[in-house]
T-cell receptor
Framework: EAQVTQNPRYLITVTGKKLTVTCSQN?????MSWYRQDPGLGLRQIYY???????DKGDVPEGYKVSRKEKRNFPLILESPSPNQTSLYFC????????????FGPGTRLLVL | RKEVEQDPGPFNVPEGATVAFNCTYSNSASQSFFWYRQDCRKEPKLLMSVYSSGNEDGRFTAQLNRASQYISLLIRDSKLSDSATYLC???????????FGTGTRLKVLA
């Protein structure tokens, strides 16, 4: 089954404790992206990657890091989480090219205390 | 001004009604547009892409008006299962940057 998976799905942590949210896709997609969704603000793009070892900032990259060492994986790293990073996070992937559909993972709910 | 704006709603409509949503975008260079559906904080799922000539998929019709910089979604014969939040998305040409609207909430009532 074609899918994007994220882990963990739910996470409660404390300020300053480094965490990683994993994202994996089995569709051999070139493009992957991370979003956060907050009430009243919609989905905002954090980082995206056009292919292995190629990443770029989205609209809200501060406080986040990413890496793309393998085509299928695109982890999101919070080196020192803060309460304002409490949010619902989605990973997405798609093929390269024009009007390709983005497929989203199920989301990760993060609470930073 | 937000880059992609939508009326948050909620739009409460009876079953069988026709409902239309508009979405405006501020960057005239935006080239690709999409409507996504999102159920109760689950992942967004593509409803349809929006083509310049307009396109239809069953009860759903999407249109693009470049002169006025808006896209629309028309839902005919609304079903209870259409209750969801509808997200408008714009993509700049040559980039992988996607700008999402905050969504329009639809409630279809029995």
């Amino acid at each position: 089954e074609a899918q994007v998976t994220q882990n963990p799905r739910y996470l409660i942590t404390v300020t300053g404790k480094k965490l990683t949210v994993t994202c994996s896709q089995n569709m051999n997609h070139e493009y992957m992206s991370w979003y956060r969704q907050d009430p009243g603000l919609g989905l905002r793009q954090i980082y995206y990657s056009m292919n292995v070892e190629v990443t770029d900032k989205g609209d809200v990259p501060e406080g986040y890091k990413v890496s793309r060492k393998e085509k299928r994986n695109f982890p999101l790293i919070l080196e020192s989480p803060s309460p304002n990073q409490t949010s619902l996070y989605f990973c997405a992937s798609r093929r390269a090219g024009g009007r390709e559909t983005q497929y989203f993972g199920p989301g990760t709910r993060l609470l930073v205390l | 001004r937000k880059e992609v704006e939508q009326d948050p709603g909620p739009f409460n409509v009876p079953e069988g009604a026709t409902v239309a949503f508009n979405c405006t975008y501020s960057n005239s260079a935006s080239q690709s547009f999409f409507w996504y559906r999102q159920d109760c904080r689950k992942e967004p799922k593509l409803l349809m892409s929006v083509y310049s000539s307009g396109n239809e998929d069953g009860r759903f019709t999407a249109q693009l008006n470049r002169a006025s910089q808006y896209i629309s979604l028309l839902i005919r014969d609304s079903k209870l299962s259409d209750s969801a939040t509808y997200l408008c998305v714009a993509n700049l040409p040559g980039t992988y940057k996607y700008i999402f609207g905050t969504g329009t909430r639809l409630k279809v009532l029995a």
